[in-house]
């Protein structure tokens, strides 16, 4: 969609959205960030987009979830405005984005991703980052070993 791949689980939860970013207004679907995470959502919640609708990101389900609407509004939009940022200088950004889930829960406890900064002379910078969706206990949370795979 738009140029970028979603892919959900058996759960029907999005476990990745990857692609090159590009500045284009997506469609927003206020119905659908509403519905983000179901049952599983909190009052702190909004339908937070992975691919920031600024970059075109799909306005449907299959690019939101329950986000915590301080990481929405905060450290997540630091990453959409440093991108954004990259692109209006002409280099290339590309991101890798996967939420994690305990159990069967809907709304993802962590979000994980690479993005990767292409210059114009074609040098490379990768980053990592990772953001819980709320503030836990560190025994309430454990990343699996899947998480460095990404």
């Known amino acids: 969609m738009n140029g970028y791949s ?3 689980d058996d759960e029907e939860r999005i476990i990745l959205a990857e692609g090159d970013l590009h500045l284009g207004q997506g ?6 960030q509403l519905k983000a995470g179901g049952e599983f959502r909190r009052d702190t919640d909004e339908g937070g987009h ?8 799909s306005g449907e389900l299959n690019n939101l979830i329950a ?8 450290a997540y939009k630091t990453f959409e405005n440093a991108w954004a940022d990259e692109l209006e200088s002409g280099n290339d950004v590309h991101v890798k984005i996967e939420p ?10 962590a979000i994980m991703g690479r993005y990767t900064i292409t210059d114009q002379r074609g040098q490379k910078q990768e980053e990592v980052f990772s ?19 990404i």
């Open 100 to 109: 994690y889930y305990q159990e069967k829960t809907k709304r993802p406890h």
């Open 27 to 32: 469609v927003r679907d206020t119905s659908a």
């Open 50 to 57: 992975l691919i920031g609708s600024r970059f075109g990101g």
């Open 6 to 8: 979603y892919e959900k």
């Open 67 to 74: 986000q915590n609407r301080f990481i929405n509004r905060s």
């Open 131 to 149: 953001l819980t969706n709320e503030n836990l206990n560190e025994e309430e949370f454990e990343l699996s070993e899947e998480a460095d795979d």
